[in-house]
């Protein structure tokens, strides 16, 4: 076994009821207030963020927006160029280059934020509200507009292939509990309340170096049962460089189940299809894996996520 590898749980199941069980307890320990879990994130945790700051390089976490199709993406974005018209470009004075764009936000290829209007379960958002609150115009409650002032506190970056001594986790596989605390030994850190945790599990890495596959059918991801340790330490957001569940699921009856703990029992804002290419190489360099962290999303108001490029602030 490579240096800093470590043995990791097999793949175990978890029965509806364990599940149910879970999400109960977990609903219980909601931080609640308007904006679900980010309330965890004091004015004083973001200065004591700020303070995160030594060499005051940036980074991005995001992955570069996918306009062609591929297996992972078969709705990629669309862009074009809508200005200058033609052969306006060799005219002379004044012409602007304009754009169109659009995109799919909850697909599996491109980085982006879910809001908490975002997963529906039992006929109910996040905190009890009706699920009727979704309208053909857009979400009326819990929309992204709630973070309109973004997300910014301590970030922690875990990084489960560097503790396996591997360069990614293969597609099924998840990642418990007790691998996120042994990676934070690993890494002389630890995250906490308030705190915005990120957790590698290579998808990004392998996408690049083999090409896309069908990831609504297979990748890393977390096993439920993790999101405990997550409640306990009060975390205010949730990123990865998958999509956070597990594929296929290990839970009974619930095929995202990471997503209703996360975002319908806790209030958690998730981020799927991050990168941390960028970031583990700097991370090393500095021997730190905590930074200030900046989640901007687009000021949309009734939609229930947005593409995003969270920066690592170092």
Not at 93 to 106: E, I, K, R
Not at 238 to 260: C, E, R
Request: net charge negative; proline share 8%; charged share 20%.
């Amino acid at each position: 076994m490579a240096m800093g590898a470590t043995a990791h749980s097999p793949r175990v199941r978890q029965s509806r009821g364990e599940f149910l069980a879970l999400y109960r307890r977990l609903r219980q320990r909601a931080p609640g207030g308007a904006r679900g879990a980010p309330e965890t994130i004091t004015p004083d945790r973001v200065r004591a963020a700020a303070g995160e700051v030594r060499t005051g390089r940036t980074v991005t976490m995001a992955a570069p927006v996918e306009t062609a199709a591929g297996a992972d993406n078969p709705q990629p974005a669309g862009h074009r160029l809508t200005g200058p018209p033609g052969a306006a470009v060799d005219r002379p004075g004044l012409s602007f280059a304009t754009d169109h764009f659009g995109m799919n936000v909850h697909g599996d290829a491109d980085s982006h934020l879910d809001a908490l209007c975002h997963v529906v379960y039992d006929g109910t958002l996040y905190g009890g509200v009706p699920a009727t609150t979704l309208t053909p115009e857009g979400a009326t409650a819990l929309s992204v507009d709630l973070v309109r002032d973004g997300i910014v506190g301590r970030g922690v970056l875990l990084d489960i292939p560097r503790l396996r001594g591997v360069p990614w986790l293969e597609p099924g596989d998840h990642v418990d509990a007790d691998e996120l605390a042994a990676a934070e030994r690993h890494q002389g850190v630890r995250f906490g309340a308030g705190d915005l945790l990120f957790v590698r599990v290579g998808h990004r890495r392998r996408r690049t170096e083999s090409g896309p596959w069908d990831a609504a059918r297979a990748r890393a991801g977390l096993h439920p049962t993790a999101m405990e340790l997550l409640a306990d330490r009060r975390v205010a957001a949730l990123g990865s460089d998958g999509n956070n569940d597990v594929a296929p699921g290990v839970t009974d009856g619930v095929d995202f189940p990471v997503h209703v703990l996360g975002v319908h029992a806790l209030g958690l804002y998730l981020l799927d299809y991050l990168q941390f290419e960028d970031l583990v190489p700097l991370c090393e360099q500095l021997g730190r894996w905590s930074f200030l962290c900046v989640v901007a999303p687009l000021r949309l108001p009734q939609a229930t996520g947005s593409p995003v490029n969270p920066i690592a602030i170092l």
